[in-house]
């Protein structure tokens, strides 16, 4: 198989038809996109899969999504919701959202969908303000230059465990040339912001196979960081969250970690709060939310 990319292309096919059932819904999706001239550019099977694992392993009830094209990888994740569980989805194209709209209904998940059409960064803004329950799992697949910060926004409506997940981060190897375009700009951008900050833990693998060279950032929120190093007694965690008024009502977990959270934030609260760089970046939304900055050993 000399031939890598022709030789990747096919373990993807057995891949896909070993471990993943043909699904007319599914099959369905890119034949309507095709025929509406939508681009070929939803996840593969195995990682729309993926998508779908990961929500069912966070439990997920609330979903967002930043990128919806025709809703392949939006039924993907649909899917892994409780009949109660909601999703949103954000898309700038009303083209592409008309399709997706269609795609989901033939899939059956109408009711746990809401497709919003708008610039990602504006409706993203809204749903900040809207106070809405934070989300289980985000995942991000737009424009490749907002990536950081639609990572960011994801932050701000996030909870200690949230999975961020963050599509197209290696851009077939373009993320490390020199002048990089501005979409690989935005990927190598956002695995340093993931890198950085400290409120998100986080990892990035290479793909390839059906959709070429890429990668795929995985990052749980508001965790405490434990970097591969065995700490006796645990690792040290430095992080800083906001809690929407509302979620903090409304879920118990969430209320309690909170809770946890100030207890041990408030000593040190005034020593390092103003340490902190994400604590500076979200001041601006100290009013809208409940913030505590943790910052101690577990
Ligand atoms: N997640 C989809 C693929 C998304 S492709 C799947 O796997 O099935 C990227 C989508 O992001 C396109 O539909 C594009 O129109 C949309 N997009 C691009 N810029 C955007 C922006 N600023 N706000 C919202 N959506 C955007
Ligand atoms: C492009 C966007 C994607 O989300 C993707 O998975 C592949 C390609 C693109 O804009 O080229
Ligand atoms: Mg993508």
């Not at 809204?126 to 697949?141: K, M, Q, S």
């Not at 990089?180 to 793909?207: K, N």
């Not at 795929?216 to 591969?228: D, M, N, S, W, Y």
Request: net charge negative; glycine share 8%; charged share 20%.
């Amino acid at each position: 198989m000399a031939n890598h990319d022709e030789a990747w292309g096919r373990v993807d096919e057995f891949l896909g038809a070993t471990l993943i059932p043909e699904d007319p819904a599914l099959a369905e999706v890119h034949r309507s996109n095709a025929r509406a001239g939508l681009p070929p550019i939803d996840v593969a099977p195995n990682q729309g899969k993926l998508l779908n694992l990961l929500a069912q392993l966070a439990g997920a009830r609330r979903i967002l999504e930043v990128g919806t094209l025709g809703g392949y990888s939006t039924i993907w994740l649909a899917r892994a919701l409780p009949p109660d569980g909601r999703l949103i989805t954000l898309e700038i194209d009303p083209r592409h959202a008309e399709v997706a709209r269609a795609n989901v209904d033939h899939a059956g998940v109408r009711e746990r969908v809401e497709i919003r059409v708008g610039a990602a960064l504006q409706s993203l803004a809204a749903l900040a303000d809207e106070h809405a329950e934070a989300f289980d799992l985000v995942f991000i697949d737009a424009d490749k230059q907002n990536n950081a910060a639609y990572v960011r926004a994801a932050l701000g409506m996030s909870h200690p465990g949230t999975v961020i997940v963050v599509d197209n981060v290696v851009r077939g190897g373009a993320i490390l040339d020199a002048q990089p375009d501005p979409t690989a700009a935005g990927s190598r951008e956002v695995l340093e912001l993931l890198g950085a900050e400290p409120s998100l833990d986080a990892t990035a693998l290479q793909t390839v196979g059906a959709k070429g060279w890429d990668g795929l950032a995985i990052a749980p929120a508001h965790r405490q960081r434990c970097p591969g190093k065995a700490v006796v007694g645990g690792c040290t965690f430095s992080a800083t969250f906001q809690l929407p008024a509302r979620t903090a009502q409304s879920a118990s977990a969430w209320t309690a970690m909170s809770r946890t959270a100030s207890a041990s934030a408030r000593s040190s609260a005034a020593r390092h709060a103003t340490a902190q760089s994400s604590s500076t970046r979200t001041a601006s939304r100290a009013a809208d939310f409940g913030s505590v900055t943790g910052n101690g050993t577990v």
